[in-house]
């Protein structure tokens, strides 16, 4: 049998996050999936944000490094073309971040260009990389694929800076999306 209807976790997850944003705020599905995952609109259904969403289960690191757990909240693995978010139509790409040991879900919340240019900074021209982000206590958040264990080890601890790798500025961010509903 077939489904007619389907919201992933991910989805549900961001939907119940913007709608809990600010009172009035509608959230919809559309009935095909051509690049944009939800649809939101304010109370007067006025304005329009669409949103593009990406999930990942927590892939929380493994056994040999006891020294990265303690400061890690959420991590998550996603890879997809970069031509996809370039070319995308959504006005934001949500990545979810859930955690297996904490109760708090993480979103990044990113404008298709600007997340392109960070990965374009970060991976070159690699067309579909791979990204491995980790957030960890205190509100750090950082793409880590191919650092090394003492990097990683001091971004559990809080002392890792990296400007490029640096995506604190988009986690948990809602502002824009807010702004574009005004």
């Avoid at 489904?3 to 959230?27: C, D, N, P, Q, S």
């Avoid at 959504?90 to 993480?106: E, I, P, Q, R």
């Avoid at 970060?122 to 950082?142: M, N, Q, T, Y």
Wanted: net charge positive; glycine share 8%; proline share 4%.
């Amino acid at each position: 049998m077939r489904a007619i209807f389907t919201v992933h976790a991910g989805e549900y997850l961001v939907a119940e996050e913007v709608e809990g944003l600010r009172k009035g705020l509608k959230v919809w599905v559309p009935s095909k999936d051509d690049g944009v995952d939800l649809l939101v609109t304010d109370a007067r259904m006025k304005r329009m944000a669409a949103i593009q969403v990406k999930f990942s289960s927590d892939l929380y690191p493994g056994r040999d490094s006891r020294k990265i757990k303690g400061g890690i909240v959420s991590t998550g693995f996603f890879k997809f073309p970069a031509k996809q978010i370039r070319d995308s139509e959504a006005d934001f790409w949500v990545l979810v971040l859930t955690s297996l040991f904490h109760k708090k879900t993480n979103f990044l919340i990113l404008r298709p260009k600007d997340f392109y240019r960070r990965l374009k900074c970060i991976h070159g021209a690699d067309k579909s990389p791979f990204l491995f982000i980790w957030v960890a206590e205190g509100g750090k958040c950082f793409e880590v694929r191919g650092l090394g264990m003492r990097e990683l080890e001091d971004v559990g601890r809080g002392y890792f800076k990296h400007p490029k790798r640096d995506f604190s500025d988009v986690l948990n961010d809602w502002a824009p999306l807010l702004k574009m509903l005004q």
